[in-house]
């Protein structure tokens, strides 16, 4: 009997460590540490109908698994106080049943609070009961455990809904349960007006347009982050009844919704009223016709453009733009929101600047590409508006008016005016903007123009002489005019290829003869160790000088003569260097902030747009050009700089050089086929004597000795040439010489870490027609510079290798803010244990009395 009695505890207490390891929250932890810490300190329990389980504000010193049975959850919180002052009676603020693998108490494990709920047996009800103490422990050890217990990707995105702005954090928890995301496609029908109206919509991401089956002025577009579905908000309550909506409401572009009960809303609605307050649905339109921007847009154009701004709710600290980044959107603080803006100048860090809204920013990136010229971050609790260019250029589209951009009260500042556009700039990377464009000086034009200005001199002479004469002076024109003439184009257009370029993320000059030669070179802003400035008595009267950029590198300086404006292009420099090192810290505490946000569950889900998509990328393989573009963009690569590949690309030399060596030895060894063929035939044919047969195979074996040789030395020639490679990675360049049959192999490495300098060399008009030269690559590596030797596409080429040091080095920034908080949540969460052992506090969320959201009610 006791042996029976043992089996049998020992069969339930298998069953129910295998109950516990195979529970769907533990995916991130071993299956080992969950046994050695869960499962000796669970114990099983049974409830009968009635029975209290956990109660609200009770400490939580154990949460339960439920294994059978339904729980009854409730929560209760103090509700709007009358006249809006000190704090109202207690309302039920959650009421629903849950039932088996519901984790009751997952919330106040969470977020280290008292019981949330209170929960009540319906029934009888057997749970699993885990220490807290040993969940603590593994959340700890394996803080993604914590994105496992709670849905916190749902809750993280509720928290920046605006309707739901002010609602605490376990209410929304308990909210984001009964979160059903539904993806619906364009031209869906999400619901319509004689519909009951039992669920309300938050729009994750899209656009939705609502509507009145009897009022065509009534519709409406909403765009992400807005809410709908409240019945009777569009064209007045259903004649069927209040439990209808009234309306239509349809899918205007691929959009993701979040629907929820109505019930739930209407329970969250005691404490939190604006939660079932329909006027969100106006608010982005109200905001637009309050802001001076879209003065000018007719009220139809206005109502349009509210559907494609996104709405959003940002609950903590949190970067809006950085200064010296591109902008892409025109944000909008709402009325009863902060923010604090700070700025960089040429003398250094301003102070931070509070804001109060209504209040927007970086409206330029609506009609123009330009960087952002300070630094904005909310405040904890702010509303925003955010216009993405994209969004603003569909919703350009939509109204067919060309003029809208013009429309909008926007001033450039002067130094920003730069012409050209993306098409004539393609090879600037993403995120890169151009900051100016600098050719030499006019007088450097005259000096190029020189031999021609003696030519038109010679000519006038020529001709007044000659007509001085009487002699036709036709003979002059043309012997001296047109070859004066023709110098004088070549001098304009060779001083037209000669630049100096500055982007917010790098320098270049470029040194190009028209069809001879061209030398490109450049560095990062962040290798710029000075700027030098030289001008001589005639530089400082008209106003030009040379340039000298010192860089990290070890080849020398960057020069540019004849410059216009020297010290103004000086300071530029300085100024673009010191907001990119400005960036970097800015990134790196962001980068820590955002890990402290994830290790805690609080990291904010903002959505930059409202409709997915952008422009089609142009390729090479894009079968929808037609076949002479594709041809062109084939011939004439440099036109793409970026390959698909995203790990390793691999050049071999142009095929140029393979045809240089080969095509000479292909065509003795054709000539040697053509002479070995005619003595067969000949022999064959003409019937000769033994003699002469003889002769004729002595000399065709011969001759086949010899096109062996040579069809031995092509495959030769071909496989050392296929073996030669260079090869970029994501963290290191390398150069690869190797001789055919593994004969001997030389190989160079360097880090991308390492590089310094990268030039450009295309040096004879050859090269320039078929689109190959050099790329010399300087590093601090112990090889020194690394030579590509006759690339094809060398300005692609150029331009990859300026990529990928661009992108590793941001990364490197990232990296070392990650190696530096990398202790930070460990040193936050002792401290938090010490001092929760000092004093029994526990973080208290939701207790407050509920504030009404200005900007909202």
């Known amino acids: 009997m006791t042996v029976t009695r043992l089996s049998a505890a020992t069969a339930q207490a298998t069953h129910t460590r295998d109950l516990i390891a195979d529970m769907p929250f533990w995916e991130t932890v071993p299956r080992a540490e969950v046994i050695d810490l869960i499962v000796h ?43 809006g002052q000190g704090i109202g009676p207690s309302v039920e603020v959650m009421n629903r049943v849950v039932n088996a693998g519901y984790l009751v108490g997952r919330f106040a494990l969470t977020y280290n609070m008292a019981h949330t709920s209170t929960a009540t047996a319906e029934g009888d009800v ?60 364009k031209g869906d029908i999400i619901y319509t007006h004689d519909q009951p109206a039992d669920r309300l919509y938050l729009i994750e991401r899209g656009q939705v347009e609502v509507s009145h089956p009897r009022h065509s002025n009534s519709a409406r577009k909403l765009g992400t982050g807005n809410a709908f579905g409240f019945p009777g908000s569009i064209g007045g309550a259903s004649q069927n009844g209040a439990n209808e909506y009234g309306h239509w409401a349809t899918a205007t572009a691929n959009t ?13 609605a005691r ?39 996104t709405f959003q709710h940002i609950p903590q600290h949190h970067l809006i733009m950085q200064q010296g980044d591109i902008g892409d959107s025109m944000w909008v603080l709402l009325e009863g929101s902060q923010a604090v803006l700070s700025a960089l100048d040429k003398s250094g860090p301003l102070p931070p600047v509070p804001v109060d809204g209504l209040i927007y920013f970086g409206e330029p990136a609506l009609i123009a590409t330009r960087s952002v010229n300070s630094t904005i971050d909310s405040e904890p609790g702010s509303l925003w508006l955010r216009f993405h260019w994209r969004d603003f250029d569909s919703f350009v589209r939509e109204e067919k008016d060309p003029t809208i951009r013009e429309k909008l009260k926007i001033r450039l500042p002067d130094e920003l005016k730069i012409t050209g556009t993306e098409e004539e700039y393609r090879w600037l990377s993403t995120g890169e903007q151009l900051i100016s464009l600098t050719r030499r000086h006019w007088l450097s034009l005259l000096q190029k123009m020189q031999v021609s200005l003696i030519g038109w001199t010679l000519m006038l002479a020529a001709v007044v002489g000659v007509n001085l004469a009487g002699i036709s002076v036709w003979w002059a024109i043309w012997l001296l005019g047109v070859p004066s003439s023709l110098a004088m184009a070549w001098g304009v257009l060779d001083h037209l290829n000669d630049f100096f370029i500055v982007t917010n993320q790098r320098i270049i000059q ?21 700027v030098g400035v030289r001008t001589s008595f005639w530089g400082r009267f008209f106003g030009y000088g040379a340039v000298s950029i010192f860089t990290a590198g070890s080849s020398g300086s960057i020069d540019f003569d004849f410059v216009p404006n ?65 041809l062109w963009r084939y011939l004439f690569a440099d036109h793409q700089v970026q390959w698909s590949t995203t790990d390793r690309i691999v050049w071999h030399k142009h095929w140029f050089v393979l045809a240089r060596q080969v095509v000479p030895m292909a065509i003795v060894a054709l000539g040697l086929l053509v002479l070995m063929a005619g003595g067969f035939v000949f022999d064959f044919y003409q019937q000769v004597d033994q003699a002469i047969s003889q002769t004729i195979f002595g000399l065709e074996f011969i001759l086949a000795i010899v096109f062996l040789v040579l069809a031995g030395a092509i495959a030769w020639v071909v496989a050392d040439w296929w073996n030669d490679t260079y090869e970029l990675t994501n963290d290191r360049i390398i150069d690869i010489e190797k001789l055919p049959l593994f004969l001997s192999e030389e190989r160079k490495e360097a880090r991308l870490s390492e590089v310094q300098d990268v030039r450009l060399s295309i040096s004879s008009p050859l090269e320039m027609i078929l689109n190959y030269g050099d790329i010399i690559v300087q590093t601090a590596a112990t090889d020194g510079a690394f030579t590509f030797d006759h690339v094809p596409n060398p300005r692609a080429v150029k331009e990859e290798i300026n990529r990928r040091l661009i992108e590793w080095r941001r990364n490197d920034e990232r990296n070392k803010a990650r190696a530096q908080m990398q202790d930070l949540p460990d040193w936050f969460e002792m401290y938090r244990r010490l001092e929760a052992g000092m004093e029994p506090t526990r973080v208290v969320l939701d207790t407050d009395a509920p504030k009404g959201v200005k900007g909202l009610s």
């Open 126 to 185: 057997s749970v699993l009961a885990f220490p807290t103490s040993a969940f603590e422990r593994l959340i700890y050890r394996y803080p993604g455990l914590r994105g496992q217990l709670t849905p916190q990707a749902i809750i993280n995105r509720l928290r920046t809904m605006p309707l739901l702005a002010r609602v605490g954090l376990v209410s929304l928890s308990y909210l984001a349960e009964e979160v059903d995301k539904k993806p619906v496609k």
């Open 510 to 530: 470029q040194e190009k003869v028209i069809l001879t030669s061209e030398y490109r070179r450049e560095a990062l802003l962040e290798q710029v160790q000075n």
């Open 271 to 309: 404490r939190y009223p604006h939660v079932a307050n329909p006027a969100i649905q106006d608010k982005c339109l109200e905001v637009i016709r309050a802001i001076s921007v879209f003065d000018n847009l007719s009220p139809e154009q206005q109502q349009n453009l509210a559907g494609y701004c």
């Open 41 to 83: 300190e669970t114990r099983p329990m049974d409830f009968s109908d009635g029975q209290t389980i956990t109660s609200q504000d009770d400490e939580c010193e154990y949460i339960y698994y439920i294994r059978s049975g339904q729980v009854r959850l409730k929560r209760e919180r103090p509700g709007p106080a009358p006249q």
């Open 256 to 268: 993701t919704l979040f629907s929820l009960p109505w019930e739930r809303m209407e329970q969250l």
């Open 566 to 630: 020297p010290t103004e292009l000086q300071a530029s420099i300085f100024r673009l260097t010191a907001e990119r090192k400005a960036r970097y810290r800015a990134e790196s505490r962001l980068e820590i902030q955002t890990a402290l946000e994830k290790r805690l569950g609080l990291a904010v889900d903002l959505p930059s747009r409202v409709l997915s998509g952008g422009p089609r990328s142009m390729t090479t393989d894009d079968r929808s050009l037609p076949w002479h573009k594709r």
